[in-house]
Structures are given as C-alpha cells and as structure tokens.
C-alpha cells in the first residue's frame, strides 16, 4: 500500500502515518496532561513544527548541490523533501529542552512523545513489511504508443528501472517531466519508464509533441492496473525497482531533482554512473 485514497484526494501512506502519530501523542498526551492539570497540545504543536522545519532543513543541505539555481524550490515542500532523521534528532532536543525547563509537563510530555514515537515506529514497520512483499516487476497489460503489448520485464533487462505513473491532466505530473527526462539522459544504467494511466495513445502523443519532451518507454496503461496492483491511488507516483526487479522506494507526488536523486541512491551504485562520467571513462 502506497496511497490512500478519499474521495477525489489522495495522501501518501507515509504522511498519513505522521499525521496518524501526531494525533495519538495529542490524545495520549490531552489525557495525562488533564490528570496532572498540565495542558501540553500546543508544545506538541511545537514540536512537531520544529522537527518538520529541522527535516526540511536538513534534506536541502543533504542535497543542496541539487537546489542550486532554484531558490524557491528549497521552500517547496511538494517535492516531499524530508530527512527525517534530522527532523527525529531536532523533535526529541527539544523535547528534551521544554522538559528541563518546564519540570510540571514532564511526565505527560514525555508519555505523549512515547506513544506518538511507537505508533509511528510500529504502523511505518508494518507497512514497510507489507510493501517488502511486492517481488517482482508487476504484470500488467501495458502497449506502446502504437497499441503494441510491451514485457516491462523485457524492458529491465537486469537494470534498476524507475516507473512513473502520470497523465497529461495533471500539473505535477507535466512538472516533474523535465527532471525526468533528464535524469533518463543522464543515467543510461537505469532504465525510465512513464506508463500513462488510462489515456489514449493520440492523446498522449500530442502532449509529448506539445511539451517537446523526447522521453523512451513510454506507455500506455488504459485499464490503470499498475496504480491498482501497487496500491497507489494518487498521481504522480514513481516507482524504483531494483536490478532484481523488486520495489525499494516509492514516491507520490512530485519530484524535484534532490528528491529523485535521494531514491535513486536506493539502487546500487554501479548502475548511477552518470553519462558525462561513462564517456570520460570510455575516452
């Protein structure tokens, strides 16, 4: 399970998770704090506030390199650009700080914090290990352009292979493209693959000719069983199989160059030789 769907909205597991956690240190905590007349939702307010900054900080600086040139994408959070280790280290600092200062908030600071730390842990893990069971590129009745049955497994070929999911309806689908399609210039170990969901080849052909965008592998899935057979339900969502063909990272939403690169250091590194690197070493 990648996404879930409500309604005509879709949100990532992932972020539902945190959202998920954040409420129960809220109840958990609104219940302690009431038997010791300390009220503490707006610290955990805080909290989480500061370690969504921290996380946000930490993965531009991981990959500033990636940003530069782009200012206003550093504050673009529709990328999903997060270290959440960063943001785990800044949450639990200053926990530890308002608990020194404040000594009355302590113990239902602290028990909320546990309880969120342990709902986020545990669901996250259980998620992660169902996700783990999705072996093997998906068998779906994909075509090409020209309404030709394509073998995804055919088009791996023993590489790494990124899917994207997207449609021409959709405006963070249309801007992602061009990281993409430069990735899929730069990156000729790994193989890039656009399955759109549920549109007609012509129409598909006009928006690449309108876009001029000069992608490979792209492919039709009419019937949209890849987003079903994943379980996503959003759109974009780009998909990263492995050389053996097995799921290690997933993204819903768009993608920046920093947040590809940060799943792209998913496959092995073998397979990452950038292009201007591989003639360098061809010469």
Not at 7 to 16: R, Y
Request: a negative charge; glycine letters at 10%.
């Amino acid at each position: 399970m990648l996404s879930v769907g409500v309604g005509p909205v879709s949100f990532s597991v992932g972020h539902l998770l945190l959202v998920l956690a954040f409420i129960v240190a809220l109840i958990v905590g609104g219940i302690t704090g009431r038997k010791h007349g300390t009220p503490i939702a707006g610290t955990l307010a805080d909290i989480f506030v500061v370690a969504m900054l921290s996380a946000r900080i930490g993965f531009v600086i991981r990959y500033y390199e990636h940003y530069q040139g782009d200012w206003l994408g550093m504050i673009d959070i529709r990328d999903g650009g997060f270290d959440m280790v960063t943001g785990l280290v800044a949450a639990l600092v200053f926990a530890g700080f308002l608990m020194w200062r404040r000594a009355s908030s302590r113990r239902a600071l602290g028990t909320a914090m546990v309880a969120g730390l342990l709902t986020w842990g545990l669901t996250g893990g259980a998620i992660q290990l169902i996700n783990q069971q999705l072996k093997g590129l998906p068998e779906v009745a994909l075509t090409d352009l020209n309404e030709q049955p394509v073998d995804l497994s055919a088009i791996a070929n023993g590489q790494p292979t990124v899917v994207n999911l997207w449609a021409t309806w959709c405006p963070p689908c249309i801007r992602e493209m061009p990281v993409l399609e430069e990735a899929q210039k730069r990156y000729p170990g790994i193989n890039f693959v656009f399955a759109n969901q549920g549109e007609h080849p012509e129409t598909i052909h006009r928006f690449l000719s309108e876009q001029n965008l000069d992608l490979h592998h792209v492919l039709s899935d009419r019937q949209g069983q890849f987003g079903r057979v994943t379980g996503s339900h959003g759109l974009p969502t780009t998909l990263f199989y492995n050389a053996e063909g097995n799921l290690v990272d997933s993204h819903m939403g768009e993608l920046s160059r920093a947040s590809l690169a940060r799943s792209l250091e998913r496959f092995d590194p073998q397979f990452l030789v950038a292009y201007d690197e591989a003639v360098g070493y061809a010469e």
